[in-house]
């Protein structure tokens, strides 16, 4: 059973829209850019999901 204060180590785009306040659609757009950046740089990625450490890296 995992602790409720651990964070999520990817996140989902509902994970996305909630954190900016949009729409699930804008989140998606948002996702899949931050996906293409982390393909350039060499990176696997997995659709749908979003490394958490990264999204707070370039959001914040």
Not at 10 to 34: G, N, P, T
Request: aromatic share 6%; charged share 35%.
């Amino acid at each position: 059973m995992q602790k409720q204060a651990e964070q999520k180590r990817f996140l989902r785009v509902e994970d996305i829209a909630e954190m900016l306040q949009c729409s699930q659609s804008h989140a998606y757009k948002i996702m899949r850019q931050l996906n293409n950046e982390l393909k350039k740089k060499g990176k696997i990625v997995v659709a749908g999901r979003v490394p958490r450490r990264y999204v707070e890296e370039r959001l914040y």
